[in-house]
């Protein structure tokens, strides 16, 4: 399995963005796909997952500053897994990864078996 993660770029506080996660390779329908992040000095971090097969989400719920500002999505046609962020702050300034896993979702980064190389997000404030 291969992840391809891109829409990353330079934007102001207070916008908005779509990160895309392009999946090929040995794909199945029962594979769960995860967006995390790592700020610059800092632990990777959850942000979301979805389920392949039904759409089931997850979020980070242990910060408030998170909350209701990501949305992830996936275009099972295409292949490919988004992540909207609305209302950008810089403390969102990070590379973020998309990753699959063959199980349910999951918050644990450790549990997941591919990895895509990343894409830079910078907020400026």
């Known amino acids: 399995v291969q992840l391809q993660a891109s829409g990353g770029g330079l934007v102001q506080a207070g916008g908005s963005l779509s990160l895309s996660c392009a999946v090929s390779?040995?794909?199945?329908?029962?594979?769960?796909m995860g967006w995390f992040r790592q700020a610059p000095g800092k632990e990777r971090e959850f942000v979301a997952a979805?389920?392949?097969?039904?759409?089931?989400?997850?979020?980070?719920q242990d910060q408030d500053s998170m909350k209701g500002r990501f949305t992830i999505s996936r275009d099972v046609a295409e292949n490919t897994v988004y992540l909207q962020i609305n209302s950008l702050e810089p403390e969102d300034t990070a590379v973020y990864y998309c990753?699959?896993?063959?199980?349910?979702?999951?918050?644990?980064?450790?549990?997941?078996?591919?990895w895509g190389q990343g894409t830079l997000v910078t907020v400026s404030s």
């Open positions: 990753a699959a896993r063959l199980a349910g979702t999951s918050r644990h980064l450790d549990s997941y078996d591919y």
């Open positions: 390779g040995r794909t199945h329908s029962s594979y769960s």
């Open positions: 979805t389920t392949w097969w039904s759409g089931d989400s997850i979020y980070n």
